[in-house]
């Protein structure tokens, strides 16, 4: 298992945990050509991100999740509180998990909202 600090301050925070070929994003604070650029530098192409664990919605947190996720492919968890300040601000699009039906937008995990990439 791999922990890299990608950033860690009030313009941006964000962590990257591998393992395997799982590789989940814990906040994603930065904008997405500098967080594509900073997992490059680690040798990790953005594209291989498997998911983004928001942990709260303060801007330095969760400032590229949207347009991240949505390039990429990746999924996001985050808590039901998060995704909704989010949504109010425009910045979640709808991502309906599969496995629900079409009213329901999101699947609630041991607390934690997941939204799926289409």
């Known amino acids: 298992m791999r ?4 950033g ?3 313009k ?5 945990v591998e393992r395997g070929a799982t590789r989940v994003l814990l906040d994603c604070g930065f904008g997405l050509r500098e967080m594509a650029a900073r997992l490059i530098r680690l040798g990790i192409e953005p594209v291989a991100v498997t998911a983004l664990l928001i942990t709260h919605e303060h801007s330095d947190h969760a400032r590229g999740a949207v347009r991240f ?3 990429y492919g990746c999924d996001v968890w985050l808590t039901p509180g998060s995704g909704m300040v989010l949504e ?3 910045g979640l699009p709808d991502l309906p998990h599969p ?4 009213s329901q937008r ?3 995990v041991l ?8």
């Open 69 to 71: 996720a949505a390039q």
């Open 106 to 108: 999101h699947q609630d």
């Open 111 to 118: 607390g934690l909202v997941y939204r799926r990439q289409a």
């Open 99 to 102: 496995g629900l039906c079409e």
């Open 8 to 10: 860690s301050g009030s």
């Open 88 to 90: 109010s601000k425009g």
């Open 3 to 6: 922990f890299a600090c990608l």
């Open 12 to 16: 941006g925070n964000a962590w990257l």
